[in-house]
């Protein structure tokens, strides 16, 4: 059974860091990605970073490029986002997925099977 268990979030002004984290268990895929997607009330969920199972390919979207960083720790099983230079746009929950089979790198959510229940990231101005 795949579980994902997201920690980290929480309230910060403009400008702050945090880490998320991602502690993963019950899947043996040799060669699987990792996301980290998000969400506001009334809108789509959308990808944020992916990376590979190996740690060395990653992905951003345009919000996260230059700020965020996504690392796996595979000794840990534990996926990471360190999140920079917050600004209120950030505000959202934030989940982490993962998927097996992984030949390409995807923030698309309609190809992750496995979620994480979330967790909650306030940037106030």
């Known amino acids: 059974q795949v579980q994902l268990v997201e920690s980290g979030g929480g309230s910060v002004q403009a400008g702050g860091s945090l880490r998320l984290s991602c502690a993963a268990s019950g899947f043996t895929y040799s060669g699987y990605c990792m996301a980290w997607f998000r969400q506001t009330p009334g809108k789509q969920r959308e990808g944020v970073a992916v990376?590979?199972?190996?740690?060395?390919?990653?992905y951003y979207t345009d919000p996260a490029k230059g700020r965020f960083t996504i690392s796996l720790d595979r000794d840990k099983n534990t996926l990471y986002l360190q999140m920079n230079i917050l600004e209120p746009e950030d505000t959202a929950m934030y989940y982490c997925?993962?998927?097996?089979?992984?030949?390409?790198?995807?923030?698309?959510?309609?190809?992750?099977?496995?979620w994480g229940q979330g967790t909650r990231v306030t940037v106030s101005s």
């Open positions: 997925a993962v998927r097996g089979g992984c030949g390409y790198l995807s923030v698309d959510e309609s190809e992750y099977p496995y």
């Open positions: 990376v590979f199972s190996d740690g060395g390919q990653t």
